[in-house]
């Protein structure tokens, strides 16, 4: 695997290639994130991936410092899952300058649930998306299904600046128990851990409660809420939404469930695609 640290080195390296494939993470990888890679390998005539943790998307109060970075077993299993090329640009390296050129996504996608959590978070992600995708130059690039919002962002992104990009999504991979794996799952103790799944089983139970025709969906969302804030987590939102663009649904559209909750200090996301809203 050729390691580039700059942004000349990673591009006279991929001159020789037409079809980079690339997936772009923060470290720390999980299974998850090696089964982007071994996705998105058969979509390239090379396979790109990058390590940066992006001080741009993390509100100051948040685990930038702390983030961890794991870099010898993160190269380790990056080579193990076939990438060929790893950029891994330090901060220097990709922002030389201070980025006073933002990407603003738009706000009606970039402003909701995790953004209206996060504010700022998905200007940060889509600007440094951006760099990455002008730095890689990729045809195709996979993201996880996990961070469902953040996928949706980048696509629209991808469409509104008609970059040659083809965005693949890829399920979420989860632990046996149905945790969807996340870097930060390590924060979590023995003991959260172990309640860590209720976040997916609550997505389940809204999901079985609109499948079985109940169509109060704010009674749903409040009583999963409910649900996960006796067993101790603090929930920021367990939402049923129609999934063209995250907003309130009509009968009779596709929708996912959304959530975010934080137990002890670690926060968690997670979503469930649910089939079409009896009509
Ligand atoms: O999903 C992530 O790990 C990050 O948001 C990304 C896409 C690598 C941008 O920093």
Known sequence: ????????????HLAAFERPAFVPTMGNLHDGHLALIRQARPLGDVTVASIFVNRLQFLPHEDFDTYPRTWDSDCEKLRTAGCDVLFAPDEKALYPEPQTCKVHPDPALADILEGHFRPGFFVGVC?????????????????????????????????QFALPIEIVGSETFRAEDGLALSSRNGYLSEAERAEAVQLSKALKAMAQAVQAGERDLAAIEARAMQALAQRGWQPDYLVLRRRSDLQAPS?????????????????LIDNLEIDAMPS
Request: with cysteine.
């Open 1 to 12: 695997m050729y390691i580039a640290h700059t942004i000349a080195e990673l591009r006279d």
């Open 127 to 159: 600007t440094v998306v951006m760099k990455l995708f002008q730095c890689v130059q990729p045809r195709v690039a996979v993201f996880g299904k996990k961070d469902y919002q953040q996928l949706m962002m980048i696509r629209h992104m991808v469409r």
């Open 251 to 267: 009968a009779g559209e596709p929708l996912v469930a959304l959530a975010a909750a934080r137990l002890g200090g670690t926060r």
